[in-house]
């Protein structure tokens, strides 16, 4: 094993995130339904899978535990789940946000970005202190509100203070930094204020994780692995080399194949 690699697998034993070695061994735990839909992961690796209004919550070894489906508000355009109890469903066309439990059942009231100020919201994620980030399409501007739907904080114009052209297809927050993900300009970091912090140059990437201080992503249908703090990158080995999206839960990996998502343990 090379030093790089026993470095890796030491860092990632302590945060206790999986360790992947060159030459990682996989076993295929379940196969999940994903009829041309997404998928998202929790960090008690469960499997979160949406098409159209209807959302399913699948455990690691593949069974169905509960179901959400609404036709009120459209197609779902992403799905939260960073805590667990609290899953945040937002509807771009609608656009609302709604919060389920942890049995899918809906949990308080549905919030109109429109009634906050913001009709143009094209994207929202969980934010600390039971707060949301918005995107405000409208002017292209970042936006925190709290608990009581107050705004707490606006980035101003993005295109204008950073010179560029945004057109954002996903936004989250980990660990107190807000990640904005551009497939043509990469994905720029901000802090907890909203304030711009730094781009990772990924461009043309669809989908991607943080976990600890690794930035696992998929180009070109490889799995990539950026440590942030060593500024370093691997590219993982792969169960199926096709896959078109991968994320990371422990001892998981998850892989979305033509039309299933695959859960593997990796030995």
Same mark, same amino acid.
């Given at each position: 094993?090379?030093?790089?690699?026993?470095?890796?697998?030491?860092?990632?034993?302590?945060?206790?995130?999986? /360790?992947?070695?060159?030459? /990682?061994?996989?076993?295929?735990?379940?196969?999940?339904?994903?009829?041309?839909?997404?998928?998202?992961?929790?960090?008690?690796?469960?499997?979160?899978?949406?098409?159209?209004?209807?959302?399913?919550?699948?455990?690691?070894?593949?069974? %169905?535990?509960?179901?959400?489906?609404?036709?009120?508000?459209?197609?779902?355009?992403?799905?939260?789940?960073?805590?667990?109890?609290?899953?945040?469903?937002?509807?771009?066309?609608?656009? /609302?946000?709604?919060?389920?439990?942890?049995?899918?059942?809906?949990?308080?009231?549905?919030?109109?970005?429109?009634?906050?100020?913001?009709?143009?919201?094209?994207?929202?994620?969980?934010?600390?202190?039971?707060?949301?980030? %918005?995107?405000?399409?409208?002017?292209?501007?970042?936006?925190?509100?709290?608990?009581?739907?107050?705004? %707490?904080?606006?980035?101003?114009?993005?295109?204008?203070?950073?010179?560029?052209?945004?057109?954002?297809?996903?936004?989250?927050?980990?660990?107190?930094?807000?990640?904005?993900?551009?497939?043509?300009?990469?994905?720029?970091?901000?802090?907890?204020?909203?304030?711009?912090?730094?781009?990772?140059?990924?461009?043309?990437?669809?989908?991607?994780?943080?976990?600890?201080?690794?930035?696992?992503?998929?180009?070109?249908?490889?799995?990539?692995?950026?440590?942030?703090?060593?500024?370093?990158?691997?590219?993982?080995?792969?169960?199926?080399?096709?896959?078109?999206? /991968?994320?990371?839960?422990?001892?998981?990996?998850?892989?979305?194949?033509?039309?299933?998502?695959?859960?593997?343990?990796?030995?």
């Amino acid at each position: 094993m090379r030093l790089k690699y026993l470095i890796l697998f030491v860092v990632l034993l302590f945060v206790g995130f999986t /360790a992947f070695r060159p030459a /990682a061994k996989y076993s295929l735990l379940a196969k999940i339904p994903l009829d041309g839909g997404s998928f998202t992961t929790d960090n008690l690796q469960n499997v979160y899978v949406y098409e159209a209004d209807i959302l399913k919550k699948y455990s690691s070894a593949g069974t %169905l535990l509960f179901s959400h489906g609404d036709k009120s508000y459209g197609k779902i355009t992403s799905v939260d789940v960073y805590d667990p109890m609290k899953v945040m469903v937002f509807y771009k066309d609608f656009p /609302a946000i709604i919060y389920l439990d942890n049995t899918l059942s809906q949990n308080g009231n549905v919030l109109n970005t429109g009634d906050m100020g913001y009709p143009l919201t094209t994207l929202a994620c969980m934010s600390h202190d039971n707060g949301l980030w %918005l995107y405000d399409a409208q002017i292209s501007q970042l936006v925190r509100v709290d608990v009581s739907l107050t705004t %707490l904080q606006k980035t101003g114009n993005l295109n204008q203070l950073l010179g560029i052209s945004l057109s954002p297809i996903s936004l989250m927050e980990y660990n107190n930094y807000v990640y904005v993900n551009d497939t043509t300009q990469g994905i720029l970091v901000f802090d907890a204020f909203g304030t711009y912090y730094k781009t990772m140059p990924f461009t043309n990437v669809k989908h991607y994780q943080v976990r600890g201080d690794d930035v696992f992503y998929m180009q070109k249908h490889k799995l990539h692995a950026f440590h942030m703090k060593t500024i370093t990158e691997d590219v993982i080995a792969q169960p199926d080399s096709l896959a078109t999206q /991968a994320r990371v839960e422990k001892n998981l990996l998850y892989e979305k194949y033509m039309d299933t998502v695959r859960v593997y343990e990796i030995k």
